[in-house]
Every structure is written in structure tokens, then in C-alpha cells.
């Protein structure tokens, strides 16, 4: 068996990997230690959470808190862990530490499960985003205790404090608290801030860390000037592209969040400024792929849930735990559009060319990203004609996005429903690597066949 799967293609190992961690993980959340005395669910249920842990997306059809014993929760968060790393590269990072050496066919899977596109320092790369990861992770639960533990209790207040700080890194979006995630912190500078913090950083991608990583030292080691324009001309184009264009989204998104929603009473209408713009900046950051909330999103005008599937849809960065079309994937097409209206043949951008394959991968990974959104929506749409379309169109993006907010529609809907919502978790977790894999086509001899040019009218 191990022959064979040894065979495989990268995408191929790639899909079995979740999908065998989600196998297991159903299982485990079954096992009669997992399950609460008074819980309801069912091993659909079960799956359906561990479908949407692994794929670290926040939805459920049967909650956490009223689910799950301590152990069950921890296995909770060992799927997320691993639904956010990807289980080939802890593996493969286990492997590098005992020295072992691995095969061409597996070093391909994981650089493709973290989109680092060669294998110059493999190890130690594999070693720093565990390294990475402990540290902010571990930040983060450091911030979260001043808050839960004196509210919670020692033992309650760092479980929880723990299971947030992993679920918000892996851009998760669960919680072991109740039903009604971060709502009753709305108000709190510190939950905020925190969740935030480790949203962003979890849905940057790897190599930007690295990247403003080895940028600061420089500064720190004063090998560089202390100036802000150096230091982001510094990075590579990739971390500018990503870093610039989450700002971009996150800062547009917040402004359009208030704007609509500034006196609306039933959000936050009754709310402070300062107040209004916090709440509007956790909604715009969980919106890029992390699946917590502070408001009721059932209680938004319906424009406001038609700027978040905007914003779910683009999601957070490549390379690392977030979700959607990814940053730099749709600053491509953008720049594509842009350069076509000016005739433009080449895509530019700060005084660099981006390849012809590099624009077709971009927009074949957008056509089939929407195209997947088009049918999970029309699916979803035609088995609850009873439900508006604006939340049946939010809760498709929000799984395939994996994000994980909800107009607390997932927990009402069918099995078979549910069935679409578990599909798009999933593809949307391996999707755009599979994509990637598919059209690199590394291993596979390819026969490109040209025919007589061929003429048609467009527009």
C-alpha cells in the first residue's frame, strides 16, 4: 500500500492526506470519551465537524461547547493544528529533524502543500514554521489567559485560552465557549486585537513571515536604514504584493462596514465610534477566511453580507492557513484587467513582468473557484428554495473559503445540504494546490498540439 501511494501524484497524496485525517478524526470525536453526557450528535455530525476542523473553516451543525468533553476538544484541536500545517508537512518535518531523507515524489507534495516553490533549505524551513508557529501561538494564549482566566477560572480560563490561540492562528474560527462565538466581547480591546493578530498572522503565508523576519534583523543588527519605504522595498515581491493588498482589503473593508452599518441599531448603530470601528476591523479581518464573530450577521443589512462574500471570496494570502481566491491570486487578475484597458500586453507591477503561466494559473484558479462557488450555491439554492438567496450565496462562500461565519443556517439545513457544505469545505481546503499541481504538471510529459490560427469575435 505504501508502494503505491509512493506512486501517486502530488495532489493525489494531498487529498488523501486530509481526507484521511478527517476519516480519523470523525472517529475520534465518536469514541464515547469525546462526547459529552448530554450531547446530540449524531457521526454525521461528527464528520461534519471534523470535515470543518481539518479544513479549518468554523462551521458546525452541532457546537463545541455542547458536544464535547476535554478530550474530544483536544482532538479538536489537534485536527485543526493539522488541518492548518497540513498533515505532509509535519510529517515531513519529523522526518527532516531524525535526519531521514525523503523521496522526490514527497518533498514535491509538501512544497506544494506550502507553496514554496523549491527546495533550498527544505528542513530548515519546514523547522522554522513550526518554530513560527509555537512562538505566536503560544503569544497568543499568553494574551488570551489575562482575559479568561480570571474569568474562567485556572484550569477552564487556559484551555480556553489555548483552544482560541491554535483556532485563530489555523484561521479555524471555533470555539469551546457556546453558540454565539466572540459576540459577548464585542466590546474587549484585548479579545479583539489578539484574535486579529493571530488571524492575520496565520493567513499572511509562511514566506512572508520569513521574509520581514530576515528584514528586521537586519534593522535590529543596524545593517540596513531605519526607514519604512527601504524596509518595504526590501521584501520580495510576493511579501510587498500580499502584505499590500490584505491592508488594502482589510482597511476598505472596515471603512465599508461602518459606513452601511453606522446607524443601524440592530448591529452598531448604539455603539461608540471607536466602538463601531473595532467591531468593523474583527469582521473585515474574520471575513478573509477565520470564521469568528462579534455581531449577529443575521441582523446586517443585506448589502453588508454582499461586501463580506466580496471579501470571503478573496480571502487571505498563499502559503499559509487561510482560505479563498488568496491575495496575490487576485491582485493578478486585477492587474490583468487594469493592463488590458490601458493595452497593455504584460502584466506589470512595481517594475516587474509577471510571467504568461503565472497570469493563466491566476485566472484558472479564479474560474475555478468561481465556478465551484456557482455550484454549491445553485445546489444549496435548489434543496432550501425557502431560504433568501443572500444567505444561502453567504453560507457557500463562507465553506468554500473556509471561513466558517454563518447566518446560523448550517445547523438547520438537511443532510443532503449539509453533504454540499462538507464537499465545498473540503475543495476549497485542497483546491487551489491541486490546481497549482495539476498545471504545473512537473512529472507528466505533455503534448502541446498547435493547430491553424482561428478567428473569433469577443465582447
Not at 465537524?49 to 483536544?74: K, R
Not at 502584505?243 to 448604539?270: C, K, Q, R
Not at 463580506?308 to 487576485?330: C, W
Amino acid at each position: 500500500m505504501l508502494k503505491k501511494f509512493s506512486t501517486w501524484s502530488v495532489s493525489q497524496k494531498i487529498a488523501t492526506s486530509f481526507a484521511f485525517v478527517i476519516f480519523t478524526g470523525s472517529l475520534l470525536l465518536t469514541l464515547p470519551i469525546s462526547q459529552l453526557p448530554t450531547s446530540n450528535a449524531t457521526y454525521l455530525d461528527n464528520l461534519f465537524t471534523s470535515v470543518s476542523m481539518v479544513c479549518v473553516t468554523g462551521l458546525f451543525t452541532e457546537s463545541v461547547h455542547d458536544s464535547y468533553t476535554v478530550f474530544g476538544q483536544i482532538v479538536g484541536m489537534v485536527l485543526m493544528q493539522i488541518g492548518g500545517l497540513g498533515l505532509m508537512t509535519l510529517i515531513a518535518s519529523v522526518i527532516t529533524r531524525l535526519r531521514g531523507r525523503m523521496g522526490l515524489r514527497n518533498r514535491l507534495a509538501v512544497q506544494e502543500g506550502i507553496n514554496r516553490g523549491d527546495a533550498r533549505g527544505f528542513r530548515d524551513y519546514l523547522s522554522d514554521i513550526l518554530k513560527y508557529t509555537a512562538v505566536i501561538e503560544g503569544t497568543g494564549f499568553l494574551l488570551l489567559s489575562f482575559r479568561f482566566v480570571p474569568e474562567l477560572g485556572w484550569a477552564s480560563g487556559l484551555f480556553t485560552s489555548l483552544f482560541l490561540s491554535i483556532s485563530a492562528f489555523c484561521n479555524a474560527g471555533f470555539d469551546p465557549m457556546g453558540n454565539i462565538s466572540l459576540i459577548e466581547y464585542v466590546h474587549d480591546p484585548l479579545v479583539n486585537f489578539t484574535i486579529t493578530s493571530l488571524i492575520i498572522l496565520g493567513g499572511i503565508g509562511f514566506s512572508v513571515w520569513f521574509d520581514v523576519s530576515k528584514s528586521v534583523k537586519c534593522y535590529l543588527g543596524k545593517k540596513c536604514r531605519p526607514s519604512l519605504r527601504i524596509f518595504f522595498r526590501g521584501l520580495s515581491l510576493h511579501s510587498r504584493l500580499a502584505l499590500g493588498v490584505t491592508g488594502i482589503v482589510i482597511l476598505v473593508g472596515m471603512l465599508f462596514f461602518v459606513a452601511i452599518e453606522y446607524n443601524n441599531p440592530d448591529s452598531i448603530g448604539t455603539f461608540t465610534f471607536p466602538q463601531k470601528l473595532m467591531t468593523g476591523y474583527f469582521q473585515t479581518v474574520t471575513m478573509r477566511t477565520a470564521g469568528f464573530a462579534t455581531i449577529d450577521y443575521t441582523l446586517v443589512y443585506p448589502f453588508t453580507l454582499f461586501w463580506f462574500i466580496i471579501t470571503m471570496f478573496i480571502g487571505g494570502s498563499p502559503g499559509g492557513t487561510a482560505g479563498g481566491l488568496k491575495t496575490t491570486t487576485f491582485a493578478i487578475i486585477v492587474l490583468l484587467l487594469y493592463n488590458e484597458l490601458r493595452g497593455q500586453s504584460n502584466v506589470n507591477i512595481a517594475n516587474h513582468t509577471i510571467s504568461v503561466q503565472q497570469v493563466r494559473q491566476a485566472f484558472v484558479i479564479f474560474m475555478a473557484l468561481l465556478g465551484t462557488l456557482i455550484l454549491g450555491t445553485s445546489l444549496l439554492s435548489i434543496l432550501n428554495p425557502e431560504v433568501d438567496f443572500i444567505y444561502i450565496l453567504f453560507e457557500s462562500i463562507s465553506a468554500l473559503a473556509t471561513v466558517g461565519v454563518s447566518a446560523n443556517l448550517t445547523p438547520t439545513l438537511g443532510r443532503l445540504s449539509q453533504a454540499v457544505i462538507m464537499f465545498l469545505m473540503f475543495a476549497g481546503r485542497i483546491g487551489p494546490i491541486t490546481l497549482v499541481d495539476s498545471l504545473a504538471r512537473s512529472t507528466q510529459k505533455v503534448h502541446d498540439v498547435e493547430f491553424s490560427k482561428g478567428n473569433i469575435l469577443i465582447g
